[in-house]
């Protein structure tokens, strides 16, 4: 018999949601998508339903007779205070807690890079490392990974934290050499997320098969994750691209690159661990 259990995929018409939709589509038919607005070319398979994270009772009527929540949803990149605050902040605890108050039983969250920004170029990370986020939409990936912790332990919810690189078709720059993640590699750990039955509370590197990795991403190998992008393959791209952009005397030195740099007041020998 078919698998009619539904999956909510929240931020269905950003960057990632555009990127990774029809891949999802395939693997699983009858995904309901949800955002602020409706995703252009919605599937014959795809449902949608709109949602404000701001809204407790708009994100609980999304989230209504879900099994799993892929959680893609919020601002992604660097913002004013009550632009975070909103959105990541009060938006990730609503769906949370809608989530918990629905019985949902898995949750993969769309964590990033910069909950760990401060971390050194040159210094190898796992996932099990103290945050060093780089910038208030840093903060807030760390709030929503403390917070799935919180529902992992006190609620025993399967929790996976993707702390996502930069997804694309290619690495945009040298700094992506490091962290890039290809759509279809994204899709592989969702699917772990939304499958492996050992899940209880995890944070995996969202990043391909690359050469010039910061991260040791053991933990989503060890759950099956086999990535297939390989970043070197588009090294020239990448280089050619880095030499139209300036160089950052902060950003340069640390895993979050521009998220460092912006608004910097420290000596950066007093930054980051
Ligand atoms: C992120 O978290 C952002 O969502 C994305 O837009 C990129 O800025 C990415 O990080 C990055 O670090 O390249």
Not at 73 to 82: A, L, N, T
Not at 198 to 225: P, Q, T, V
């Amino acid at each position: 018999m078919a698998d009619v259990r539904k999956i909510l995929f929240t931020g269905a018409a950003g960057g990632i949601g555009t990127m990774t939709r029809p891949l999802l589509a395939r693997l699983y038919p009858g995904l309901v998508l949800s955002d602020m607005v409706r995703p252009k070319d919605l599937l014959p398979s795809e449902t949608f339903v709109a949602a404000d994270l701001t809204k407790p009772d708009e994100v609980a009527a999304a989230v209504q007779g879900a099994h799993s929540v892929v959680h893609f949803g919020g601002f992604s990149v660097e913002g004013p205070w009550d632009t975070i605050l909103q959105a990541n902040i009060i938006g990730c605890y609503n769906m949370f807690e809608a989530a918990r108050a629905a019985g949902v039983k898995r949750l993969i969250f769309a964590s990033s890079n910069h909950a760990i920004g401060f971390y050194p170029r040159k210094r190898r990370i796992g996932s099990d490392v103290t945050v060093r986020p780089d910038s208030r939409y840093g903060v807030s990936k760390a709030f929503g990974e403390a917070l799935g912790a919180m529902y992992a332990d006190k609620h025993g919810m399967a929790v996976t934290c993707l702390r996502i690189g930069n997804v694309g078709p290619k690495p945009l720059d040298v700094r992506r050499l490091s962290i890039w993640i290809s759509p279809e590699d994204i899709v592989q750990l969702i699917g772990i997320g939304l499958e492996h039955p050992d899940i209880r509370y995890e944070i995996f590197y969202g990043a391909s098969d690359n050469k010039a990795g910061w991260w040791d991403n053991s933990r989503a190998e060890a759950l099956g994750y086999r990535p297939i992008g390989k970043s070197e393959d588009h090294r020239a791209h990448a280089e050619a691209e880095q030499a139209k952009i300036g160089p950052d005397p902060v950003g340069d030195l640390f895993q979050g690159g521009t998220f460092c740099s912006a608004e910097f007041t420290n000596d950066v020998k007093r930054a980051g661990p």
